[in-house]
């Protein structure tokens, strides 16, 4: 159905800057969430990040507020993670995640590092 690619992962330093990219295929509905979420070694997967497809209403975590900004283009079927003063403890598996009608598709995610 619907099928999601992470990119842009890396290794950054203490208060640099990725962009990170979600594509995906398939058809997305109105009533669509789109989120980007971290799991660290050890730590439960977090919510960091979501947009809503149509209204792009935005909601973050606190941990990455002022720091992150969550964004789509439609036209270009991706969600972007931009993230800014970057932090080691966002080092992180990162997913992004698509809700369609209460159904969740998952990317592979991609592995963001930021040396101290």
């Known amino acids: 159905q619907v099928q999601l690619v992470e990119s842009g992962g890396g290794l950054v330093q203490t208060g640099g800057s990725l962009r990170l990219s979600c594509t995906y295929s398939?058809?997305?509905?109105?009533?669509?969430?789109m989120g980007w979420y971290r799991q660290a070694p050890g730590k439960q997967r977090e919510l960091i990040a979501t947009?809503?497809?149509?209204?792009?209403?935005?909601n973050y975590a606190d941990s990455v507020k002022g720091r992150f900004t969550i964004s789509r283009d439609n036209a270009k079927h991706t969600v972007y993670l931009q993230m800014n003063s970057l932090k080691p403890e966002d080092t992180a598996n990162y997913y992004c995640?698509?809700?369609?009608?209460?159904?969740?598709?998952w990317g592979q995610g991609t592995q963001v590092t930021v040396s101290s």
């Open positions: 947009i809503r497809s149509m209204s792009a209403t935005t």
């Open positions: 398939g058809t997305i509905s109105g009533s669509s969430t």
């Open positions: 995640k698509i809700n369609q009608w209460g159904v969740n598709y």
